[in-house]
Nanobody, 128 residues
Framework: QVQLVESGGGLVQAGGSLRLSCAAS????????MGWFRQAPGKEREIVAA????????YYPDSVKGRFTISRDNAKNTVYLQVDSLKPEDTAVYYC?????????????????????WGQGTQVTVSS
């Protein structure tokens, strides 16, 4: 079955960095576009980054643009999220998600209900 396993979360001071990883199995990774979402306590889950199945297209909301970088290594079936200049408001559980990308190598998906598979999440806590 499909598994997405996130890692790399932790406790970090404001201004610090983390690199989150999501290892995928049970799917043809390079046919799937990927996304990173987060959910803070009492808030709805929101997208923080998305990448097309080829890696040629990416998306970031304004709240993280310039601080977060998504990338993928199709040879390793892994997608990464580099998070820099962290702020206390970045504290959340971070989830990766996968969606079958079809024939378009450049399409990105921004809506969580478009995604087929989800990981269990990794906690990121930013102290002030």
């Amino acid at each position: 079955q499909v598994q997405l396993v996130e890692s790399g979360g932790g406790l970090v001071q404001a201004g610090g960095s983390l690199r989150l990883s999501c290892a995928a199995s049970g799917l043809t990774f390079d046919w799937n576009a990927m996304g990173w979402f987060r959910q803070a306590p009492g808030k709805e889950r929101e997208i923080v980054a998305a990448i097309s199945r080829s890696g040629s297209s990416t998306y970031y909301p304004d709240s993280v643009k310039g601080r977060f970088t998504i990338s993928r290594d199709n040879a390793k079936n892994t997608v990464y999220l580099q998070v820099d200049s962290l702020k206390p408001e970045d504290t959340a559980v971070y989830y990766c998600a996968a969606v079958y990308g079809g024939y378009s190598g450049a399409k990105i998906y921004r809506q969580q209900d478009e995604y087929d598979y989800w990981g269990q999440g990794t906690q990121v806590t930013v102290s002030s």
